[in-house]
């Protein structure tokens, strides 16, 4: 074989290749050995078919197929092994020329990682405003604990905004029951727009026992098509009505929901809390601000196999987070009314974002020799061990027999790249 050419234009490379007759042959009599085998001629055993009467027969041409499909992945290997070249995708392949006793051309078109012009990355000036604890900001979350630990009181008033609830309910539509409308001792908050819209705020104001008609329209977008738009009627009853029952803030409240003595101590801790929460926001802010910037400030052409891929991770990584919610994807596409092509499209943006800061980063990983060391990626691998609920050593015997080590050193070396423009920035 030989590399009769090679050129590229943007991230596609083409690579030219010679076969020689010698090597053409090789791949007729492979073609032939398989086709002779899937031929009935009379006089003749299965598979012993002379080649030359078969070619007689049925013309040479019969066998260029299957012998291209024989000499292909030798042909490509050997380009790649004179290029040095790293595909990300399958190649385009078209015969140029193929025929017996003659030298025979193939052209491959390689799809590679695609060049990235940097732009200035260094000490990037970005503005992120940073963020205010304020005295507000502590009652809030001062609020938010004794709204946690409220307790919820058995009431014989009416209903309230708020109130937690037990009903049945028996609904219909056009008189006529539907799947889902009916059940007993439901629990419901008043106020959480959990239910069909209009139908909690009918049952604020009444009273235990009091036998409640509720009417509502189902959305146009409901995820039971049958119903969408219809007009249903609820009969409901209330059996049960709990309100919150706030603690008073004092010092025993204090004591009950921390680890301090005084109400003024739980203030200045959750202060402290808040500023720590804050500072990380703030620091989040700025790396991703830094970022954006590096890659706004950075040229190149992302392969469209790159997004595509990068969207079905993400494709996945939804589904693998809907499944640990107890959901599975096609009900989730069922409720929103979104077909998995919709949801793909809806992803691809992200998707490019992210295929473009990768490419970006590991550019500038390459070009400022930044690597992770064996400490670092000890470090790494204990802390995916304790994320997985694992022992280390064990999670390390799988990092080895999966070849995982490579994979885990470039994600530390990625993450120190990021660290490395955002200390850059603030210098």
Do not use: W
């Amino acid at each position: 074989m030989e590399l009769k050419s090679q050129s590229k234009e943007r991230y596609y490379v083409t690579l030219n290749v010679l076969l020689s007759h010698e090597e053409v042959e090789q791949g007729l009599e492979k073609s032939y050995r398989k086709a002779v085998k899937q031929i009935n001629v009379p006089g003749f055993r299965k598979g012993k078919f002379p080649r030359p009467m078969l070619e007689a027969r049925y013309g040479v041409e019969m066998l260029y197929d299957d012998a291209v499909d024989a000499l292909l992945p030798e042909a490509y290997e050997f380009v790649l092994k004179e290029t040095n070249l790293d595909p990300i995708d399958r190649p385009e392949v078209d015969v140029v020329t193929f025929a017996k006793g003659q030298t025979a051309e193939i052209k491959f078109v390689v799809t590679v990682t695609p060049e990235v012009i940097l732009g200035e990355y260094k000490g990037i000036q970005v503005e992120v405003k940073q963020t205010e604890v304020t005295e507000t900001a502590v009652e809030a979350e001062l609020k938010r604990l004794q709204e946690e630990h409220a307790r919820l009181v058995p009431v014989e008033a009416a209903a309230q905004n708020g109130d937690f609830i037990k009903l049945d309910f028996d609904g219909s539509v056009d008189g006529v029951p539907f799947d889902g409308g009916k059940a007993e001792n439901y629990e419901l908050e008043l106020g959480s727009n959990s239910f069909i819209p209009g139908f909690e705020g009918q049952l604020i104001g009444k009273n235990l026992n009091e036998e409640v008609t509720v009417n509502v329209t189902f959305p146009e977008s409901y995820h039971a098509a049958e119903l969408a738009s219809k007009d249903a009627v609820f009969l409901c009853k209330i059996n049960e009505i709990h309100r919150k029952e706030m603690l008073p803030l004092d010092d025993d409240f204090a004591k009950d929901v921390s680890d301090v003595e005084t109400l003024a101590e739980l203030k200045l801790q959750l202060e402290n809390t808040l500023k720590g929460t804050a500072a990380l926001q703030d620091k989040e802010a700025k790396r991703e601000a830094v970022l954006n910037q590096v890659v706004a400030n950075a040229q190149l052409e992302i392969p469209e196999i790159l997004i595509t891929r990068q969207t079905e991770q993400m494709m996945h990584n939804f589904e693998n987070s809907l499944m640990r919610q107890g959901l599975k994807l096609a009900d989730y596409q069922k409720i929103l009314g979104k077909t998995a092509e919709r949801m793909k499209e809806d992803f691809k943006p992200q998707a490019e974002k992210a295929v473009r800061q990768t490419l970006v980063i590991d550019e500038i990983t390459k070009l400022e020799n930044i690597v992770a060391t064996e400490e670092e990626v000890e470090k790494q691998v204990a802390e995916m061990a304790k994320a997985y609920q694992m022992e280390a050593d064990a999670f390390q015997k799988i990092v080895d027999e999966q070849g995982m080590h490579h994979e885990i050193a470039a994600e530390v070396a990625y993450k120190k790249t990021i660290e490395f423009l955002t200390v850059a920035a603030a210098e």
